[in-house]
């Protein structure tokens, strides 16, 4: 059961794994989707579902943002390490589930046009998270600032600078915040 506790102007629902957040500003009737690492891969992979943009129009305008920390955004690099071991994936559903590939960018863009955006790195973090980070924002920034109704940037990449891996959520969860959603 999933529990639920304020942090700032924020309920941050959270189940077993914190790595996945759901974050609701409840004064503005607006939900941020938020996650790190694996967390931010699901998030990513919400943004791209069918199931979203299944969503009648006046439920799609709660979601409000995204934003990522130091997220996995390509599962194919996990092909060959004891991760996969359980779960058994080959190339093919790799690609499938990676919000890297091109179907999947595509629909997140598509999905997040009225969104804001945050990708976060660490300076710390592995290279091969890093790339990944900059790939995605690459990929769905150019998608996403081109579908976007209205003129001011909707999607960011910060390299923050600091301890590295999880200094980014330390920062965010001490009641700062990452700028109008």
């Known amino acids: 059961m999933p ?6 102007g924020y309920f941050s629902l959270t189940g077993k794994s914190h790595s996945c957040h759901v974050l609701h500003l409840v004064i503005h009737r607006s939900i941020v989707l938020c996650g790190h690492s694996a967390g931010s891969h699901l ?3 919400v943004a791209s579902s069918s199931w979203l943009s299944s969503l009648p129009s006046c439920d799609r305008a709660i979601f409000r943002g995204v934003v990522h920390l130091s997220g996995v955004f390509d599962l ?3 092909l060959d390490t004891s991760i996969n071991d359980a779960v058994g994936a080959d190339e093919k559903e790799a690609l499938a589930n990676s919000p890297l590939a091109e179907d999947n960018a595509i629909r997140a863009a598509e999905n997040s046009k009225n969104w804001k955006t945050l ?4 300076e710390n973090d592995a290279p091969g998270l890093k790339a990944q980070g900059e790939h ?3 990929v769905v920034s150019m998608s996403v600032d081109a579908a976007a109704s209205s003129p001011d940037r909707r999607f960011s990449y910060v390299e923050a600078q600091g301890p590295g891996r999880g200094g980014e959520r330390r920062h965010l969860s001490s009641g700062a915040r990452c ?3």
């Open 43 to 45: 998030v990513a992979m």
């Open 76 to 78: 194919r690099p996990l």
């Open 136 to 138: 995605y924002a690459e």
């Open 179 to 181: 700028g109008p959603f």
């Open 3 to 8: 529990s639920r506790r304020e942090a700032g």
């Open 119 to 122: 990708l976060f790195v660490g």
